[in-house]
Every structure is written in C-alpha cells, then in structure tokens.
C-alpha cells in the first residue's frame, strides 16, 4: 500500500498512501485494527497545506469513531 505511520490518535498505527502533482494533493489511509479509512483529495500543494490537512484528518476520524 505505501507506508506505515502514526496517529491519530498518537501511538495508532495507520497504513496509506499520499502523492501530489502541480496543484493536486491526496492522501489515503486505514487503520488494520478496525479497518477504518480515509481518503483525502484537495487542490494545493502538500508541504503549503499539511498543518490544515492534519487537523481535517483528525477530526473525520474522531467523528468516524463515533459512527
């Protein structure tokens, strides 16, 4: 699939993928304990929108693990 990281919430271990092209970035991931995922496609570039888009994934995986 691409790589293994953490979080959220910190110490979770996710598996994804993310890749991005001149002004297109998206980013994938699930956790293999639940199976919960997201994928994220957004205009931008990466490295100019990772702060944001770290705080948009955390807050979909809090209200998905509220499902």
Same mark, same amino acid.
């Given at each position: 699939i691409g790589y293994k990281t953490e979080g959220p919430p910190a110490g979770e271990e996710?598996?994804?993928?993310e890749g991005a092209e001149n002004?297109?970035?998206t980013r994938m991931a699930f956790r293999k304990k639940d199976g919960l995922g997201y994928v994220m496609l957004? !205009?931008?570039d990466? /490295? &100019?929108q990772s702060a /944001?888009? &770290?705080q948009i994934? !955390?807050?979909l995986v809090e209200l998905a693990e509220k499902i």
């Open positions: 996710w598996w994804g993928h002004g297109v970035a957004m !205009n931008g990466e /490295p &100019d /944001p888009l &770290d994934r !955390n807050k």
